[in-house]
């Protein structure tokens, strides 16, 4: 068997800043990694670095660790501060599929923003309204190429696929298994993102991204359940219209459109059949499933209260997935962090680094109280 080298780079997530154990990206990978597997791995983690800083470095400092003989693999891991690099330059336009670097930092990407229209979701919630908005005029937020203020909008409408426990009772849920609760009946996810969605806290993440890319207040989003995953969401305007983005459950769409900068690029991906598919929707059900509303919440609190809501969320999966953590507690762990906190108007990336390490840490001591 050949050698494989492994090297690791990237900010603060890789280096393992905020992780009880310290363990970070290279440390979690490793320690799921067969022990007879040949792999000589190296952390080259530098916490705060961005894409142009790594640029300069990563080439000698892997090439130094690499084998001739064997297998070189890189892995490579960036958060907010890159984001804020990013959008610094003036002609740059960023396509952000990372929800987490907006609900933390939403503020620092607004006041990192050069000119109108830079930021073009890949979501594919948020590319749907994106798209439904350049029927009408929504001169607001952070992906239209004009800001006068003026919006023909009366409401955004984020649909959910309920995920797998979509109508079960509040006592069938007692007692679930990450196994049943990483089935998602539509979409082919990973881990994380499987169990946020289980929960609905990530339709509660995709609100706080919405009210931000959009600049429309939580009382004008809505969130519907749509168990076919087909209408990715939906825009009404003032007039009565509601204009709605449908398309088979294909990530590849959203990337595409947001690759191509708004324009349509041809491709052969499967095309919607409209015959064979029967359209439901229904109110989320916020008792049985609280993180959406504790996502309303974190919005009603304002400043850095979406940090934390997150970074409880992250310990709540996390010891969901290893089994120190009910499926309903989830919700009581991350109601707790809100209720302790005390949100901060103005902040900056070191005092987010910083929050939310603190968030991690007072989450798992929690975790020694709540079943």
Not at 37 to 44: F, H, K, Q, V
Not at 95 to 109: D, F, I, Q, R, T
Not at 110 to 124: I, M, N
Request: proline share 5%; aromatic share 6%; hydrophobic share 45%.
């Amino acid at each position: 068997m050949r050698e494989t080298r492994l090297s690791f780079i990237g900010d603060e997530l890789v280096a393992g800043h905020g992780d009880g154990r310290a363990l970070g990206w290279t440390g979690r990978v490793m320690a799921r990694t067969p022990r007879d597997a040949d792999i000589l791995w190296t952390s080259l983690a530098v916490p705060g670095e961005t894409t142009a800083q790594m640029s300069d470095r990563w080439g000698p400092e892997v090439a130094r660790r690499s084998t001739h003989t064997g297998i070189n693999r890189l892995v490579v891991g960036l958060g907010v501060a890159d984001v804020l690099a990013g959008i610094s330059y003036a002609r740059s336009r960023l396509a952000l599929a990372n929800k987490e670097s907006l609900v933390v930092g939403g503020a620092l990407v607004r006041e990192a923003l050069t000119r109108p229209g830079q930021v073009v979701p890949v979501d594919s919630e948020h590319s749907a309204i994106a798209q439904a908005l350049a029927s009408g005029r929504h001169e607001k937020g952070l992906t239209s190429p004009v800001v006068s203020g003026h919006s023909e909008v009366r409401r955004l409408v984020l649909t959910a696929s309920g995920g797998p426990f979509r109508g079960r009772s509040r006592e069938s849920l007692t007692g679930i298994s990450a196994a049943a609760a990483l089935k998602h009946p539509t979409w082919d996810m990973g881990p994380v993102v499987t169990i946020n969605s289980s929960t609905l806290i990530n339709k509660g993440l995709e609100l706080i991204e919405a009210h931000l890319l959009f600049d429309v207040v939580p009382e004008q989003i809505d969130v519907v359940v749509h168990p076919q995953s087909v209408i990715h969401s939906m825009v009404e305007f003032i007039d009565g219209a509601t204009l709605a983005q449908a398309s088979p459950p294909d990530m590849r769409l959203p990337i595409s459109y947001a690759l191509g900068l708004t324009e349509r690029v041809s491709n052969d991906y499967p095309r919607l059949n409209f015959l064979e598919h029967t359209f439901t929707f229904e109110r989320p059900n916020m008792e049985l499933f609280p993180n959406l509303a504790l996502a309303y919440r974190a919005l009603e609190l304002g400043g850095t209260a979406p940090c934390v809501l997150n970074a409880a969320n992250e310990i709540a999966v996390e010891a969901f997935l290893a089994g120190k953590l009910g499926f309903r507690a989830m919700s009581t762990l991350i109601a707790q962090a809100l209720e302790a906190h005390r949100p901060e108007r103005s902040y900056d990336l070191q005092l987010l680094s910083e929050l939310d390490a603190a968030v991690r840490a007072e989450s798992r001591e929690r975790l020694n109280h709540i079943r």
